[in-house]
Nanobody, 124 residues
Framework: QVRLAESGGDSVQVGGSLKLSCAASGYAYSGGHYCLGWFRQAPGRKEREGVA????????NYANSVKGRFTISEDKAKTTLYLQMNSLKLEDTATYYC???????????????WGQGTQVTVSS
């Protein structure tokens, strides 16, 4: 069973930085597929937005809205996923979810497992 536990959410000011972590267990490369990632859901929005994903070889894909500001990474043991967020903007305020079994197109329909989420609030 895949288990995902996010941490690191906080309140920060515009322009600040934050690093999210996700402890992942029970997920492994299988059938030529491996994908971990981060999604977010902004206040008042129904849909969750793909932020970044990483595959088994460490190749990442980012939403245009976060390119150049966010970096997704994974520890060597592939047990912890990270999201380094720099130059945070008001519009980055959201609940951030760690996901497993995702797809490079960053669409929520492709996600197999969701974490519980961690709140990030950016204020001016």
């Amino acid at each position: 069973q895949v288990r995902l536990a996010e941490s690191g959410g906080d309140s920060v000011q515009v322009g600040g930085s934050l690093k999210l972590s996700c402890a992942a267990s029970g997920y492994a490369y299988s059938g030529g597929h491996y994908c971990l990632g981060w999604f977010r859901q902004a206040p008042g929005r129904k849909e969750r937005e793909g932020v970044a994903i990483i595959d088994y070889d460490g190749r990442a894909n980012y939403a245009n809205s976060v390119k150049g500001r966010f970096t997704i990474s994974e520890d060597k043991a592939k047990t912890t996923l990270y999201l380094q967020m720099n130059s945070l903007k008001l519009e980055d305020t959201a609940t951030y979810y760690c996901v497993a079994d995702c797809s490079r197109d960053l669409l929520p329909r492709g996600v197999g497992t969701w974490g519980q989420g961690t709140q990030v609030t950016v204020s001016s």
